[in-house]
């Protein structure tokens, strides 16, 4: 074969044409848009097409039919070299500052939709292109004016895939919901379009919509295509010079498999690459063949005998094909609907994954679903073409790479007799999370259910590929159905589904595989006329109630397919004029902006001449000497141009990656490395970091390293609670800040009723998942000064301790943070390692480093919240009372004391919120060998109320009484209040906490969901539910802010403060503060002057003693700032203006400020705001209910509803706030129920991605979703008499804990499990978080047997199959 030239990849992007010659063919199309195009908007957030934040539109051409096709695409997985001669549309494509924003974009700020931002584009374009596809449909009605084709339950599923940590998803839901056809307006939250409650909903007040204003195609990319299409048709390209070859025919890809072109090692064959998210390359491969234009392999072949896919089909048009079609393809369809995300979906092909279940022995649920219908596939290996079915393939060894699947062909089982379904089992129900367990069982049944014939196919449980269950086929046909039938089977199946040594929760999916058979033959046995008495799982999915009790429960409440309820919600709470517009629900600052992707975070800046990448190299040993730091021989070694490490610190320089800062104390707090030397202390530290020329030849190259270790005359690391306290390995707790017991423990336990002794209760970690990982941008100055672009929420801190690393100055480090993509604690203390790193790196190299770490990375090194254990003694009345308390409290805090010897103070202060008679503690800080932990929001306070709670529920199981009496009985008067807070308690009358939980609690309308909970366990064996009400009591600090406003001659205003904008709100707060304190000089009372305002970024150098952003404080005291800023502005500016009204009248602001300028006004004032010394901190309450359904079957959960009411006091905006009690709300369910953050037996994290670590998406936030912002008492000691909400609300996600607790004890009791210590079906201690496994594992991994075991032994006649 000849070589070619470099083929020149042409596209348009956003209507511009570019053309990329020479780009390597792995470059993706994010890195060439975000590198080689002024876009921005597409932003890097896991690398692994699990987060949608770098979502494109990508369009096609079909010159032949002159039509224009478009799908939305994650760029990250897309190969630039695939979407040759394509049209990419990103969000600045839709709508941008110069050109007018896109009412997706306007409608995503106007429902306060976005926070920190970082997922704004990639939700935009998510929605974008749902909307392009529902309306471009044909055969659809069309819409009233002003809305769009889509529907409502398409608008929840539009953005499934799409990650974001800030929102909680209701807002975003929201806005795209108002697109929706069959919406109706009054259901949507709280916006900026209409006053809720006061105005009517209309869609001529939301900014219209018109599905043709964008073009997505444009002309000269028509024309071009349409003159190369001669040339495509032309003879075959030879191998391209460039290493991207794209045969047209089988012939002509054989011919490329038998040239010594061809090592299977260093060349990849690839359809759509988002296997690449799946498996991520090792090493760059240099040599690419795309198979997607040869045409024989996207056939679509529909026939009375079945339906034959190419094998480059993408999953998205074979639901499209599958779902026009009977009962088996149309479930087909819908599995395949909850296969990765619609943006995945919409490339991924068929054969692809496939492949990928036959070769890599991923765990597909396309193989397991195709598998029961029967299917075959053709192959082509070598020049030999074979038809298998589709088990023979899988059954082959793993084929080779020249092997290439041509199609698969699914058989048409008509619909007489055919039973056909599909199961998954998997933490998120809509997909975008592969299964736990997949499943399809098809069956073919005569009259008297008798059992033709059954395939039983099983998958992804820890097995090679998935199989058929043989066995239990053989014995099921010929059998009608019965429980000893389904008995008798499911003890079959236990013998074949066995999952391999090393895989998770081995029992738990052994138990999936159970209920999914027992699920589908109890459905065969139920169908009409059906004797069998065995009760149906499925019944409640789809028919609501069994044995008729259905009639007095609303119709959705007992529907029962719980995860199909809608989204709604109700945002109640009071705005006052007083200080306007300070308590405005004004949108957040720059909402659009960050929506249309043109705010600009840290990776956004564009790169500084000569600028270089760096990647940490990191110790995956939890403790040895680091010998030395060598590479592999590969193509991405060859990118390493140097490493760096401790031996680059400039001399003077120390050491040193952080430092918890502690204002004026001499408690010896502590710094943590910046790299091993010589010793890796943890498996994750530092060793060095590789320099390269583009951030992803950083991160190959950093794979390539191979660390020599050595454990010679080292201990063995302590990676435990356990090992901490044996070796008694601890690290101090400064006495200042030492919790304080109350009373005499001993006698109140000698006054109890009752005691529990020695309980335990355990929590885990938690990981950040900030959308934008960490990182920072250095770039060195004259004079041995340095600027670094940080993503840090603690500039001030981080300037110091790059400072003492590099061995200068403070006043030689500029610091700048003008945005932070979220931060939740994690971008504090961990963030300054990176900052660090670079500007060593940027000091030792004399140019500019950046360093974006990769998802994996980021969540390997930055250690998260505190994992502990707690074991309770607890003395109470009969009446519930409880007298005396004693805690044991474990902390794991990893290897540096950062944040943790604050953590027993603040656990035990969470903890408090309950009047527990008599309190004592031993906290016990241990130092061990795993990455250290760090503040994440709400810091101890979220384990220590849950603590409580789970103290509190234990008490009630021991009593058998309801836990909401416990919970009432010891909430605290304002008397003990006093004893346990102190000051902090506050006043009297700032004591919200009880009315609050009464308003709940006590409610009617508790009682009567409680009761109707009660009804349904009592009607419904597989599913149960529970409901639950938490209250909480969070103490926050105040501290010292500075903040500087200055006017420009113009009359615009720039206002600096000590905070950082993390997607908190921070901004818009300080913006209505700013109108307000100037307010008095302006005749509107300075509404006019909003938008006037720009807070601009933090710079270290410009304003100083910005302390850390944190706690929940930051708005108000940055706010208080600006106001004492202010303050002294209007005393400067006052007497100019009573002499222009003397002379003129009313005074424009412009007036005003041009003549003061003139007068030589000083029009900058700037405040360092510190707090009162008898006010330096205050409580925060709060109270949820939350409701859930359980599925025993499966150990699911879904959120029914949640009902918050917050004390936010005054709010200073009442939309941000309600977007942080959400937010934190959600992070808070993703805590209890779903986040694994889990490690190897070295310490070393090992969920490390999206596909391991799940946070929550849309589909697994509350059903309904109300939300109530109180203002208790006025107290002029806090900011306007506001509160904070940053954190606290997260606490209240323990509801949820609570109210599955509550549904696990109602399976218990109905099936009489006792499992765990106590054994006992209403006692039971369930850990954080509980996932499916733990829940399923409580509900009882055999409910299915003993069920059987019970029916068939009460009926004997059921029990003769
Ligand atoms: C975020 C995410 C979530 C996912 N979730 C799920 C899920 O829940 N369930 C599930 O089943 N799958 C899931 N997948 C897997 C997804 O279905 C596959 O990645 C996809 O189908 C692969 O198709 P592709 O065209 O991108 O293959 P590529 O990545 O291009 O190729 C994958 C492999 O197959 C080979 N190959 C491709 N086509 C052929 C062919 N015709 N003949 C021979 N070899 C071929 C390639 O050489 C490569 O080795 C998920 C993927 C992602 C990225
Ligand atoms: S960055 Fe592409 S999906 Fe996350
Ligand atoms: S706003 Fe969605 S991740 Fe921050």
Redesign the pocket.
């Known amino acids: 074969m000849g070589k070619a030239a470099a083929e020149t990849v042409v596209l348009a992007v956003n209507g511009k044409r570019y053309e990329a010659a020479g780009a390597h063919p792995s470059t993706t199309l994010l890195e060439f848009l975000r590198t080689q195009t002024p876009v921005r908007g597409p932003k890097l957030g896991c690398g692994?097409?699990?987060c949608g934040a770098c979502v494109v539109l990508v369009s096609k051409y079909d010159p032949a039919t002159d039509e224009v096709t478009e799908f939305s695409a994650s760029s990250c997985?897309t190969l630039l070299r695939s979407v040759d001669r394509c049209s990419v549309t990103t969000s600045e494509g839709i709508g941008n500052t110069r050109d007018g924003y896109h009412p997706v974009q306007q409608r995503l700020s106007g429902f306060h939709a976005s926070q920190c931002g970082f997922c704004t584009p990639g939700m935009c374009m998510s929605i974008f292109s749902a909307l392009v596809k529902a309306d471009k449909e044909p055969g659809r009605p069309a819409p009233p004016a002003g809305f769009s084709k889509l529907t409502t339950s398409e608008a929840e599923r539009a953005v499934s895939g799409n990650l974001c940590r800030c929102t909680g998803y209701r807002p975003i839901v929201d806005a795209c919901k108002s697109f929706a056809a069959d919406v109706d307006l009054e259901d949507l939250g709280l916006n900026c379009f209409w006053k809720k409650g006061d105005e009517p909903a209309d869609v001529s007040k939301l900014p219209g919509y018109d599905s043709s204003a964008v073009c997505t195609f444009p002309e000269f990319l028509k024309s071009e295509i349409k003159s190369s299409v001669d040339q495509a048709n032309g003879p075959a390209v030879a191998i391209s010079a460039d290493g991207w070859y794209h045969p047209k025919s089988i012939e002509e890809l054989h011919r490329l498999f038998d040239s010594n072109w061809f090592d299977e090692n260093s060349v990849k064959?690839?359809?759509?690459?988002?296997?690449?998210?799946?498996y991520k390359d090792q090493d760059l491969h240099d040599k690419y063949i795309d198979?997607k234009g040869i045409p024989e392999?996207s056939v679509i072949n529909r026939s009375s005998k079945g339906i034959e896919l190419g094998?480059?089909v993408s999953?998205s048009k074979a639901i499209e094909v599958l779902s026009d079609g009977n009962l088996v393809f149309r479930k087909i369809a819908d599995h395949l609907n909850k296969?990765?995300?619609p943006f995945?979906r919409n490339?991924?092909?068929?054969?692809?994954?496939i492949?990928?279940a036959q070769?890599l022995q991923f765990a597909?649920?396309?193989a397991t679903v195709l598998l029961a219908a029967g299917s075959t596939i053709a192959i082509q290996a070598a020049s030999k073409r074979l038809c298998l079915t589709l088990e023979e393939f899988l059954q082959h060894p793993p084929c080779g790479?020249n092997?290439?699947?041509l199609s698969i062909f699914i058989p048409d089982w008509g619909s007489d007799g055919i039973s056909f379904e599909t199961f998954r089992a998997a933490p998120r129900p809509f997909?975008?999370?592969?299964?736990y367990v997949n499943s399809a069982i098809l069956a073919r049944t005569s009259g008297s259910h008798l059992i033709e014939d059954i395939c039983l196919a099983f998958g992804a449980y820890g097995v090679d590929h998935a199989i058929r269950a043989r066995k239990v086929e053989d014995f099921l046909k010929g059998k009608s159905v019965s429980s000893s039938v389904i008995l008798e089977a499911v003890r079959l199946l236990k013998d074949t589904v066995s999952p391999s040594e090393g895989t998770t929760h081995p029992e738990y999916k052994i138990s999936l595989a159970v209920s999914f058979l027992f699920s589908f033959l109890s459905s065969l046995g139920n169908s009409s006329n059906a004797p069998t008495k065995v009760d149906n799982p499925n019944g409640p999915y789809t028919n609501g109630i069994t044995n008729g009790t259905t009639e007095h429960l609303p119709e959705e409440y007992i529907k029962a397919d719980s995860n199909d309820l809608p989204i709604r919600s109700r945002q109640e709470m009071v705005f006052t004029d007083e200080y306007k517009p300070v308590g405005k629900p004004i949108k957040k600052a720059g909402a659009e902006l960050q929506a249309s992707g043109e705010a600009v975070y840290v990776d956004d800046i564009p790169a500084p001449k000569d600028c270089l990448y760096g990647a940490f190299i990191y110790s995956t040993h939890p403790h040895a000497h680091v010998k030395g730091i060598n590479f592999k021989s590969s193509l991405a070694s060859q990118k390493v141009i140097t490493v760096i490490t401790t031996k680059d610190i400039p001399s003077g320089g120390q050491n040193i990656g952080s430092t918890f800062p502690m204002t004026g104390s001499t408690f010896p707090i502590g710094d943590e490395a910046l790299f091993a030397d010589p010793v890796a202390e943890f498996a994750g530290q530092n060793i060095g970091v590789v320099i390269a020329e583009t951030q992803r030849y950083a991160h190959m190259a950093a794979k390539q390293a191979v660390i020599e270790y050595s454990t010679e005359n080292l201990q063995p690391p302590i990676l435990t609670i356990e090992d901490a306290i044996q070796h008694n390995s601890y690290f101090q707790i400064p006495p200042f800040v030492a919790p304080k017991p109350v009373g005499d423990y001993n006698q109140g336990m000698s006054e109890a009723d009752h005691k529990i002794l020695s309980a335990e209760v355990k929590l885990e970690s938690q990981y950040y998942f900030y959308m934008e990982t960490q990182v920072a941008l250095a770039i060195p100055d004259e004079d041995n000064c340095i600027t670094i672009y940080s993503s840090s929420q603690i500039p001030e801190v981080t300037q110091g301790v790059v400072a003492r690393c590099l061995g200068i100055p403070l006043h030689n480090v500029r610091l700048i943070t003008r945005r932070v993509g979220g931060s939740f604690g994690g971008k504090g203390i961990k963030g300054i390692h990176v900052a660090c790193a670079c500007a060593v790196a940027a000091f030792k190299l004399r140019c500019p480093v950046r360093m974006y770490l990769d998802r994996k990375t980021d969540m390997i090194i930055t250690g998260g919240r505190h994992p502990m254990k707690a074991k309770y003694s607890v003395g109470f009345k009969s009446d519930g009372k409880i007298t005396a308390l004693h805690l044991d409290l474990g902390i794991n805090a990893g290897i540096s004391p950062d944040v943790s010897p604050f953590m027993p103070t603040i656990i035990i202060g969470a903890l408090k919120k309950y009047n527990w008679g008599n309190l004592a503690f031993d906290t016990k800080v241990c130092k061990t060998n795993v990455t250290s932990k760090s503040a994440m929001r709400g810091p101890g306070d979220v384990q220590g109320s849950f603590i409580a709670e789970a103290i509190i529920e234990h008490v009630a199981s021991v009593l058998s009484v309801d836990t909401n009496t416990i919970r009432r009985k010891n909430l605290h008067d304002f008397e003990s209040l006093a004893v346990f807070y102190g000051e902090s308690a506050g006043e009297a009358s700032t004591y919200s906490l009880v009315s609050m939980f009464d308003k709940l609690a006590s409610s009617p309308d508790y009682q009567h969901r409680a009761a109707m909970v009660e009804h349904f366990n009592s009607s419904n064996k597989w599913k149960k539910r529970g409901i639950s009400c938490v209250p909480i009591t969070y103490a926050v600090t105040l501290r010292p802010t500075p903040g500087k406003v200055s006017i420009m001659n113009d009359g615009s205003i720039a206002v600096e403060v000590g905070g950082v904008e993390i997607g908190q709100g921070l901004w818009t707060k300080v913006k209505q503060m700013t109108a307000f304190g100037l307010g008095q000089l302006c005749p509107d009372g300075g509404e006019c002057l909003i938008d006037k305002v720009r807070v601009i970024q933090a710079d270290t150098l410009s304003l100083i003693q910005g302390g850390v952003t944190g706690g929940s404080t930051t708005s108000e005291t940055s706010c208080e700032a600006v106001r004492q800023s202010c303050a002294a502005l209007v005393e400067r500016l006052k007497p100019v203006k009573e002499s222009l009204e003397a002379k003129a009248g009313t005074v424009e602001w412009s007036a005003l400020i041009a003549q003061a300028s003139m007068a030589s006004v000083n029009l900058s004032a700037q405040a360092y705001w510190t707090p009162d010394p008898t006010f330096g901190s205050y409580l925060n309450y709060g109270a949820g209910i939350s409701e859930v359904e359980v599925d025993v079957l499966t150990g699911a959960t879904t959120i029914l509803q949640s009902d918050l009411v917050y004390d936010c006091g005054q709010s200073l905006n009442p939309a941000v706030d309600l977007g942080q009690v959400e937010g934190a709300f959600i992070q808070g369910v993703g805590f209890f129920t779903n986040e694994e953050y889990a490690i190897n037996s070295d310490g070393l994290v090992i969920h490390d991605g999206t596909w391991t670590y799940k946070i929550p998406t849309v589909d697994t936030i509350p059903k309904q979703f109300n939300v109530e912002l109180i203002n208790s008492a006025r107290n002029p000691k806090r900011v306007l008499s506001s509160k904070a909400s940053g954190e606290p609300p997260l606490l209240l996600a323990a509801s949820v804990h609570c109210a599955m607790r509550e549904a696990i004890r109602a399976a218990r009791k109905e099936f009489s499990v006792c499992t765990g210590p106590a054994n006992s079906a209403f006692t039971f201690q369930m850990d954080v978080p509980a996932t499916m496994p733990i829940v399923k594992e409580l509900c009882g991994l055999d409910v299915v047997e003993r069920y059987l075991e019970s029916v068939s032994a009460a009926d004997p006649t059921t029990a003769k199959a």
């Open positions: 692994e097409g699990g997985l064959i690839v359809a759509s690459n988002t296997g690449s998210g799946v198979i392999l094998s480059v999953i296969v990765a995300t995945v490339t991924a092909t068929i054969g692809g994954n492949i990928m070769r597909s649920d396309i790479s092997t290439l699947l997909g975008n999370s592969v299964s």
